[in-house]
């Protein structure tokens, strides 16, 4: 299995090493819009939105393993064409040895996508704005105002 176990209520959390996921967003006119995934019912925090992303490997470094679940999860998101403009690590606060790396993107535009895998119930490019009226995914819930400041 791939589970942490944790000290805290959430007891255990995706991701032996850590997960990371890719944060990407683009200008349309004057609005930006954010790169966001409907979770399958059937995974952990089914059917709440999120970013693609998922367990770090032994190893790999977290920009390396955002990229490989991009990928993993989304067709027609082409990495040569993302600049890449920092990252954020949000620990646990529980038990503070786990961690979400988020690595944050932008695209010139929004591109069409559609999922690569049937982990995801749905991709979808959502304006900045609009983000938190969605069922989202609790860790992606705590890290939004952060990383919507950082866009």
Not at 46 to 52: A, C, D, L, R, Y
């Amino acid at each position: 299995m791939n589970w942490s176990r944790c000290s805290g209520p959430m007891r255990r959390h995706w991701g032996r090493y850590g997960a990371a996921g890719l944060l990407v967003a683009a200008t349309e006119g004057a609005s930006t819009f954010v790169l966001l995934d409907e979770r399958a019912a059937w995974v952990h925090h089914g059917g709440t939105v999120g970013i693609p992303g998922g367990a770090i490997h032994d190893g790999e470094q977290p920009l390396d393993a955002a990229l490989r679940e991009a990928a993993e999860e989304v067709r027609g998101l082409d990495p040569a064409m993302l600049d890449f403009s920092g990252s954020h690590i949000e620990p646990c606060p529980d038990c503070r040895s786990w961690t979400y790396t988020t690595i944050l993107a932008r695209s010139p535009r929004p591109v069409d996508v559609t999922p690569a895998s049937f982990e995801s119930a749905g991709l979808r490019w959502v304006a900045v704005d609009d983000v938190v009226a969605l069922p989202l995914h609790p860790g992606f819930a705590s890290a939004w105002p952060k990383m919507r400041a950082l866009l």
